[in-house]
């Protein structure tokens, strides 16, 4: 069974940084993307990030581009998002996802329970 899990949120001041880890097992494919989600209150889950590792593509939405990086451990498979510049608008829970159906990004099929980021001004 996949298993996601996030981690590396917490409480940060305007400006501050945070690095996320999205630390995924139970399969063993090699073409896969991984994404992160974020959702905060009241408002609808939005795709923040994602990463094929069929070529390496990367994905940002325009509110963070710039300011976070997608990227993966290739020792052991662990993907990370390193936030930069945070701002208020970042605060929200997030989570990551797995595409193993296209391995584009899209078809997210497994979900993680998300870690929750807050950025104060």
């Known amino acids: 069974d996949v298993q996601l899990q996030a981690s590396g949120g917490g409480s940060v001041q305007s400006g501050g940084s945070l690095r996320l880890s999205c630390a995924a097992s139970g399969f063993t494919a090699d073409n896969y993307a991984i994404g992160w989600f974020r959702q905060a209150p009241g408002k609808e889950r939005e795709e923040v990030s994602c990463?094929?590792?069929?070529?390496?593509?990367?994905w940002y939405t325009d509110s963070v581009k710039g300011r976070f990086t997608i990227s993966r451990d290739n020792a052991n498979g662990t993907v990370f998002l390193q936030m930069n510049s945070l701002r208020p608008e970042d605060t929200a829970v997030y989570h990551c996802?797995?595409?193993?159906?296209?391995?584009?990004?899209?078809?997210?099929?497994?979900w993680g329970q998300g870690t929750l980021v807050t950025v104060s001004s």
């Open positions: 996802a797995t595409d193993l159906i296209t391995h584009y990004c899209s078809n997210w099929d497994k």
């Open positions: 990463m094929s590792n069929i070529d390496g593509s990367k």
